[in-house]
């Protein structure tokens, strides 16, 4: 149920509302003046509920009168029609799912304050670089340095160095490291962004650095580099753009020991990464190990002719505790994300994607390689395969997401399979053990591209599946090649009259029907209207406890990776 922090919430509000409005509007008619009755009264706080009431005219559009709110920006409003018993219901920014869009004088509502990010915290500069200082100075506020390098070569562990706004023309080097309680950071200045023409390096073994607020441009290789032996490093706020590839992790080749040593406990964040030749991110020959990427838009790699294979938005060779949410990584010319390819002996433990956008990427979508948990994604418009999972042994979960609309563009899309799980690359399907639950497998497969496509799951799975929505391939939404004494191929039909179950021993709660997304190709919106059979269809059992844009789920949670 789509904002539903809980559901029993709106039930046990509904006559908290009906108690609460009473004393409401007699202290408001009683006490309110006339500026106060163009302000929602009783506005709720950031992250919480409140019981508001519009002191204003009548037939006021809801998203006005929420306006009027200083406290938090209104996420959600509930309104119980009397007549109906039904609730009415107030999105910010989507009025297309909205049905109660005006208020009434004197009208209360269940209000939802939305959640606030955490202030970024504030810097205190111990040294200063702008375009005009000059490295002879002392490095202080009035009598700036001039070049990063300069200010990199003199860091010690807990300096803050605050790069004023304007380019640089270097290739910067960092070589010292902080410690544990003292970590170096360099950053723009407040509110300002520095450029970089140039890279920023990590030498082998520089730890404990903080890089924030870079925009980094006109280099030919590598933009950012972490080149190995390199630990508790955050990266964020950064915009690296050109070259082979945007951030590098490791140097070596492809499963060869690292030149330099391994990398471990990244965070790269808050970051755009764009318009590379090849990888955008890329952690080759690895490992990367207790690594997060949050937050970030990544598109264009792949730009070099013939790169679509190397040119991923987010790929990592070798690594475990691999964290990657809440990002975009669209129009990329290979895959969009794309873990442990090299990890051939698999169950790689921690590997975690979750409430991405992984969009129009022109070959693969989501590829887990050798183990891990994909939740809440929404995976759409893919050259190929949208996901694609356990090349090596390994145990996988695929839980709340919504795949559909793939292998549609005319321009680099090709008929395949909507999810494929243990295909025989190499003659023998992986052992691998599977969970599918809650998600949709809907529309994949264009028709400029052919009929359309199911899913593929390989000899070598062992599955739990239940509660999947499944509206691709009516002749063969799912073909099973583990099953024995039937096809492996399974009709639409066969999964929604119980023959799936009867064989398989899966598909308890499964559904057959149109999902009842909010548009199609080629605007693709994954939101699910009101009547849509996945409504309340999912099973709370392993479910994630939010959806795809953070809102919580409730006990009975939705198919997919959208709450309604």
């Known amino acids: 149920m789509r904002n539903s922090k809980r559901s029993g919430f709106l039930l046990a509000a509904g006559a908290a509302l009906a108690v609460g409005l009473l004393a409401l509007v007699w202290a408001m008619e009683t006490g309110s003046s006339e500026e106060q009755q163009g302000t929602l009264h009783n506005c709720p ?83 200063y670089v702008a375009p005009s200082g000059d490295n002879d100075n002392p490095g202080t506020a009035q009598a700036p340095w001039q070049t990063i390098q300069h200010a990199a070569n003199a860091a010690q562990p807990a300096d803050t ?100 040593g391994p990398v471990s406990d990244v965070v790269l964040e808050d970051s755009i990464l764009h318009d590379c030749a090849y990888e955008a991110v890329d952690c080759t020959p690895g490992p990367c190990d207790r690594m997060t990427f949050r937050r970030l838009e990544i598109y264009g790699a792949g730009s070099a002719p013939g790169a679509d294979y190397g040119g991923d938005g987010l790929s990592v060779a070798r690594g475990n505790d691999i964290v990657v949410e809440d990002s975009y990584i669209h129009d990329n010319g290979g895959d969009g994300i794309d873990l442990n390819s090299r990890d051939s002996a698999g169950n790689i433990p921690g590997i975690v994607v979750r409430r991405n956008r992984v969009v129009r990427n022109h070959l693969q979508g989501i590829k887990l390689w050798a183990g891990g948990r994909m939740e809440s994604n929404l995976v759409w418009g893919q050259g190929v395969n949208p996901v694609m999972l356990g090349v090596h ?96 191929w399974f009709t639409r039909a066969e999964i929604a009259d119980g023959t799936w179950t009867a064989v398989t021993g899966q598909g308890q709660g499964s559904v057959t029907a149109d999902p009842l997304f909010v548009s199609g190709w080629s605007g693709v919106d994954l939101h699910l209207q009101a009547g849509s059979p996945a409504v309340d269809a999912g099973s709370a059992d392993g479910a994630p406890s939010d959806d795809a844009e953070g809102r919580p789920r409730d006990a009975a949670p939705d198919i997919g990776a959208y709450e309604w």
């Open 161 to 260: 160095v605050c790069v004023s706004a304007g380019s640089y023309s270097e290739d910067v080097t960092f070589p010292s490291s902080g410690t544990a309680d003292a970590a170096i950071t360099f950053a723009a200045a407040p509110g300002e962004t520095a450029t970089v023409l140039g890279s920023l390096t990590l030498a082998p073994g520089t730890s404990y650095l903080r890089l924030s607020g870079f925009a980094v441009l006109g280099f030919p290789v590598w933009g950012v580099t972490l080149e190995g032996d390199n630990h508790h490093v955050l990266l964020s706020q950064l915009d690296v753009a050109g070259g082979e590839a945007s951030v590098r992790f490791t140097v070596g080749y492809s499963e060869e020991a690292p030149e330099y």
């Open 393 to 488: 042994p390994g145990t996988y979960e695929v839980v709340n997401n919504t795949i559909a609309y793939n292998m549609y563009s005319p321009d680099y899309g090709a008929r395949d399979y909507a999810f494929v799980a243990a295909y025989p690359d190499g003659g023998i399907s992986p052992a691998i053990q599977l969970t599918l639950v809650n998600n949709i497998f809907a529309f994949n497969t264009g028709p400029g591209q052919g009929t359309p496509t199911g899913l593929y799951l390989g000899e070598g799975v062992q599955l739990t599946e239940h509660h999947n929505l499944y509206w691709s391939r009516e002749d063969g939404e799912i073909e099973a090649e583990f099953v024995s004494g039937h096809d492996p």
């Open 45 to 127: 706080r950031a992250d919480k509920w409140a019981i508001s009431v519009w002191p204003g005219a009548s037939g006021t559009a809801t998203d006005q009168a929420v306006a009027s709110c200083t406290e938090a920006t209104v996420a959600a409003a509930y309104w119980i029609d009397p007549q109906t018993q039904t609730w009415k219901r107030y999105f910010d920014g989507r009025p297309e799912i909205s049905d109660l869009t005006t208020l009434d004088r004197m009208q209360g509502i269940i209000t939802l304050g939305r959640e606030q990010a955490a202030p970024a915290p504030e810097l205190t500069c111990t040294h």
